[in-house]
């Protein structure tokens, strides 16, 4: 198992940049995930590390040794990818095997190895079929199977259960899982779903425009976003934004005035300055449906969405859309007029020009993870 | 294209004009052919005769014997098979490399080459003979099946080029990175893992090459003049000696010509249909 | 466990990757080396060589030609009647040619793109012609275009084609439908195997759309095929028209220029030149003007097309 440093690393096409300065240091036995909307670069970067893209400039090191000369073959690393890439004419074990058969591994060992990992992944009764002779599922787990027998320094993963339907999805999420506590690799997972990212990073690299957003632990990155980008893509549903201006009410409290005059009360912001052009975010599960207009503002109720055990409601708040997630059952109706109210020590400010967070004034110092 | 909706009697005219139309063709490309078997088997002394029958009143084989045992076919039919498949092997390796590298790779180069490729499917081939011949003679590749092998070669591999690249495009990239993180280099990975993946292609390739080196006429005339180098067009000519132009011994040589060409054809085209689409599905 | 790294002797400061991108740059140049080699040897080097002689006196029965004549063959070209005719004869054997092998081929193609009972023989005979050897359908052809030992002269006049039994090949009007029908039968195959690839690389759910959206199998046809085929359609045309006007087998074969030239196309009469009369340099510079009417031709044909896409979009 090994460490992975990236360095200044710099990735264009002729004339295009795709990567501006990418710096990350991954410990070893970490599970990484890189996750951002499509042609943020994490592929590219994810592609960079195995050697199948060349790097413009920067280092990346593997265990210490920087690998930029290294063919993909020399780097001692495993990949999974989207489409499996399985060989279609040989069977599951010599799929399996074949990166050991190159290395001329006498075959008893190739075949240990491939029974244990076979076991492990469920695959045993599957060994002498074709691979399309397999369900998608199955197919994903001979594609993480070939990977693992390799007992490589590292694992990447290009965006591995995209092709899956959403159930399968959900399990292999777990098994991925379970397989890397039992395993201890050091592993970098590419995704666009934020609930992959969310349930299995160790630390989530969120990437937007070939740059690094923010580095965090899925709580971190969730609790305290780095910019509205990351608020905005991170959590399900989506956090809420509204425009407004900053105001310092006495020495202790502050306000957001929104468009339509209303005052948001939140925590004063530390680096914040009177009339500032700011955005609020606030996550649906921090907004609550209040009894009257003493503590809330009012809203018209658009659309309600039972789901069980949770209810989102959209409403109209100074002539923008606002979710709310609530566990109580609705007693209103659509077109109808309700009072919500916002959750002072919960909400975000960010500076609309720069898209920054503010952080509150009496949040320790130090704590951004991220550019 | 569906077909809801339509009555019976529609589905009767349709299915059978279908069926007619195909009929039409397959006699419009098959009629030729059996022509060319009637005049074989026809003797001699009838052939003119008797011209215009569908079949003549008497069948002989003699022109097949006369041509398997007392003319040089034989051998000119040997030189075509060693010309025809060693062009369409050699063709087929060089057009793979060169169809994998404009399928995998982007280079600035391969504009230019592809162009070139492109200007030299346009000129009457009947110009360079001379400026070939001038180049080969010193080289002794003259009145030779290597000489002949090596011009073909080069006729070939811009289109056969063409088919390879279609059928590599069917192939997924990931296939050969995933060898690539296992351990092999990419060369490796071409050959144990993307080649064989491409069998019809190859096949196709080589069926197109031989077909089109085994019936070449001008070069095989032009650049070769002894006896044991001919092929068997030339061979084909020379039936048609200065005193009678023995028709049905040279429709007797051309059917035995015939066979390996058609039989070989018959057996890749499937391929080729099959892979063109391949490659246009992937775009 | 780490394989070794050649890193170890260069200096920290390094920047990307460089002796691999060397490596990623002529890596693609190895592979496609065999194939130049062979093209600039063979083809292209002679090429130039055969453009030169335009410019030459060069006379094989001649020993002393070989100098130089300026443009003294273009000169003669202008004024060459038998030129100017196998150059409206080209044009006559190019699009006469090209129109039934096209439009026959894509109506074999569309028969073919469906599935009924001995397909994969019918597929399997029907492109045999393109297997045969051309200069032997040519003869073929020629046996059965006479009179004498050929059926089709007979046909011809009891369809009320012609008033009684002849050889098309010696009369000086009919000559050119000869070469032009045997080489339909040798092309068809090239335009079936080619469009019927296209036609099956259509997605059948954009058929099932327009039939439940109520389209006829006319409209379907106008709305969806011909679009998806337009690209094949247009590459396939081009390459053909140039491939048949370079294609002098079959008229040599048949009829060799005759009757009275009246089936000499510029390609055959090359071959003439060069081979009858062994004048290398006027056959030259016939070929070369040949070269770059085709040449005009090809990148108009290119040109039209970028206009078109670019229309589209």
């Known amino acids: 198992m090994a460490s992975i440093q990236i360095a200044n690393a710099r990735k264009s096409y002729g004339a295009v940049d795709v990567l501006h300065g990418i710096d990350l240091d991954i410990s070893d036995g970490e599970f990484i ?12 970067l994810l592609r960079m590390i195995a050697g199948l893209e ?62 244990g990992v076979a076991e492990i992944l469920g695959l045993t009764a599957l060994l002498e079929r074709r691979p399309k002779a397999l369900s998608g599922g199955q197919r994903q787990r001979v594609a993480m199977g070939r990977a693992i027998v390799r007992k490589p320094q590292a694992f990447l993963f290009d965006e591995p259960l995209s092709n899956l339907d959403a159930r399968l999805r959900e399990q292999m999420r777990t098994e991925i899982r379970k397989l890397h506590r039992r395993l201890g690799a050091t592993s970098v997972y590419v995704t666009h779903d934020q609930i992959e990212a969310m349930t299995m990073a160790d630390r989530i690299v969120a990437m937007h425009d070939g740059i690094i957003q923010q580095v965090g632990s899925p709580v971190e990155i969730y609790d305290r976003p780095a910019n509205i980008f990351v608020a905005s893509f991170i959590g399900s549903p989506a956090m809420n934004f509204l425009e ?128 | 294209m569906t077909l809801t909706g339509q009555t019976s009697t529609r589905k009767w005219l349709y299915w059978g004009s279908h069926y007619l139309m195909i009929a ?55 030189n075509s098979v060693i010309v025809a498949g060693t062009t369409a092997i050699v063709t087929t390796l060089v057009a793979a490399l060169t169809g994998y590298a404009f399928s995998r790779f982007a280079f600035r180069g391969k504009v230019i080459i592809v162009a070139l490729m492109l200007i030299t499917q346009m000129f009457p081939l009947v110009m360079l003979i001379a400026p070939i011949f001038k180049i080969l003679a010193p080289l002794g590749l003259t009145d030779s099946l290597t000489g002949l092998i090596i011009v073909y070669t080069a006729f070939n591999v811009p289109f056969a080029t063409f088919l390879m690249q279609s059928f590599f495009d069917g192939i997924p990239k990931d296939l050969e990175e995933a060898a690539m993180i296992d ?12 080649l064989p993946l491409t069998l019809p292609g190859v096949a196709a390739t080589l069926g197109f090459v031989f077909t089109a080196a085994w019936s070449e006429l001008l070069f095989a005339l032009m650049l070769v003049s002894s006896e044991s180098a001919s092929t068997f067009p030339v061979g084909l000519l020379s039936f048609v000696s200065k005193f009678s132009v023995d028709f049905g011994q040279m429709m007797a040589a051309g059917v035995l010509a015939l066979i390996p060409a058609c039989l070989f054809f018959l057996l890749i085209q499937r391929y080729l249909v099959q892979g063109l689409t391949a490659g246009a599905v992937k775009g | 466990m780490t394989t070794v790294t050649q890193t170890g002797k260069l200096p920290v400061e390094r920047r990307g990757g460089f002796s691999r991108k060397i490596s990623g740059i002529i890596e693609p140049y190895l592979y496609v080396s065999p194939a130049l080699v062979l093209i600039i040897a063979v083809m292209l080097m002679p090429l130039i060589l055969g453009l030169s002689y335009t410019f030459r006196d060069i006379r094989i029965l001649n020993p002393f030609s070989g100098g130089f004549v300026g443009t003294a063959h273009f000169e003669a070209l202008i004024s060459d009647q038998a030129f100017l005719g196998a150059l409206a004869n080209t044009a006559w054997w190019t699009f006469g040619s090209l129109l039934f092998q096209f439009s026959l081929g894509l109506i074999l193609a569309l028969l073919l793109n469906r599935q009924f009972l001995g397909r994969r023989l019918v597929q399997a005979l029907v492109f045999l012609p393109w297997a045969v050897p051309t200069f032997l359908s040519g003869l073929n052809w020629a046996w059965m275009f006479n009179p004498v030992v050929g059926p089709l002269p007979h046909w011809m006049t009891s369809l009320g084609l012609m008033a009684e039994p002849f050889n098309i090949l010696s009369d000086p009007d009919l000559a050119m439908w000869g070469p032009i029908i045997a080489n339909i039968w040798f092309g068809i195959p090239f335009f079936a195997i080619t469009m019927l ?10 058929y099932e759309a327009a039939s439940i959206d109520g389209a006829t199998t006319r409209q379907q046809f106008i709305s969806i095929t011909l679009p998806f085929l337009a690209p094949t359609i247009a590459i396939t045309l081009m390459l053909r028209t140039i491939w048949i006007a370079n294609f002098a087998d079959l008229i040599v074969v048949m ?9 000499q196309i510029v390609a055959s009469y090359i071959f003439t030149q060069a081979f009858r009369r062994l004048d290398f340099g006027y056959a030259s510079a016939i070929a070369a003007v040949l070269l770059v009417l085709l040449l005009a031709y090809a990148l108009s044909v290119i040109a039209l097309r970028r206009a078109m896409t670019h229309a589209d979009s």
């Open chain 1, 33 to 44: 995930v890189l996750v951002g909307p499509s042609g943020c670069g994490k592929s590219t």
């Open chain 1, 54 to 115: 060349d790097i413009t400039s920067g280092d990346i090191s593997i265990a210490g040794n920087v690998v930029n000369e290294l063919q993909p073959k020399d780097r001692d690393i495993a990949m999974v990818f989207q489409s499996y890439a399985l060989y279609p004419h040989m069977s599951v074990a010599e799929n399996m095997s074949y990166a050991l058969t190159l290395r001329k591994t006498p075959r008893e060992k190739i075949a240990d190895a491939i029974s």
């Open chain 1, 244 to 371: 407004g201006s900053y105001e310092q009410v006495g020495e202790n409290s502050a306000g957001i005035r929104l468009t339509d005059g209303a005052l948001v009360p939140v925590l004063p912001a530390r680096d914040a300055q009177n009339n500032q052009a700011v955005t609020l975010g606030a996550r649906p599960e921090h907004i609550t449906i209040v009894s009257d207009g003493k503590n809330g503002l009012p809203a018209k109720v658009e659309l309600i969405e039972p789901m069980g055990l949770s209810t989102l409601v959209h409403v109209t708040l100074a002539g923008k859309p606002i979710k709310i997630f609530t566990m109580d059952r609705p007693d209103y109706a659509v077109d109808s007029f309700i009072h919500i109210a916002f959750d002072m020590a919960k909400v975000h400010v960010f500076d609309s020009a720069s898209e920054k967070r503010l952080p509150p004034a009496s949040e320790p110092h130090g704590d951004h993870a991220g550019q």
């Open chain 2, 24 to 78: 039409a063709f397959v006699i419009f490309a098959l009629f030729p052919l059996y022509w060319l078997l009637k005049v074989s088997v026809t003797p001699n002394d009838i052939l003119y005769t008797e011209g215009v029958r569908m079949w003549p009143s008497r069948t002989t084989w003699e022109n097949y014997t006369f041509v398997l045992t007392q003319s040089n076919f034989p051998h000119y039919f040997l």
């Open chain 2, 183 to 194: 351990g092999n280099t990419r060369f490796e990975a071409f050959r144990a893992i993307i």
């Open chain 3, 197 to 206: 690839a296209a036609l099956q690389s259509i997605p059948k759910e954009l």
């Open chain 3, 255 to 263: 009829t060799n220029g005759g009757p009275a030239d009246s089936t």
